[in-house]
């Protein structure tokens, strides 16, 4: 059974950082591409970040451009997502999710929250 479990999330004032943590089990993590999205309320999930699984190439959102990291960690199967220079827009419920193949699991999401 996959399970992909989100931490990190809370609440944040404008400029400050948090680092989520997504913690998959139950497949070859390894060989998944893996992203972060994001849903605000009244909007639709959104993609922030990926990063492939062989060349480790990550691709951002244009709104978190220069204030968002993604890495991976292939021992420990785990995929990070590096908040920098938070802003209110930026509140939402995110995501991990994992892709192998033709298969998709997301995780079940942490709350991101940021104001003054």
């Known amino acids: 059974q996959v399970q992909l479990v989100e931490s990190g999330g809370g609440l944040v004032q404008p400029g400050e950082s948090l680092r989520l943590s997504c913690a998959a089990s139950g497949l070859t993590f390894s060989r998944s591409a893996m992203s972060w999205y994001r849903q605000a309320p009244g909007k639709e999930r959104e993609l922030v970040a990926s990063?492939?699984?062989?060349?480790?190439?990550?691709n951002f959102a244009d709104s978190v451009k220069g204030r968002f990291t993604i890495s991976r960690d292939n021992a420990k199967n785990t995929v990070a997502l590096q908040m920098n220079s938070l802003k209110p827009e930026d509140t939402a419920v995110y995501y991990c999710?994992?892709?192998?193949?033709?298969?998709?699991?997301w995780g079940q999401g942490t709350q991101v929250t940021v104001s003054s």
């Open positions: 999710k994992a892709r192998l193949g033709s298969e998709i699991y």
């Open positions: 990063i492939t699984s062989i060349s480790g190439s990550t």
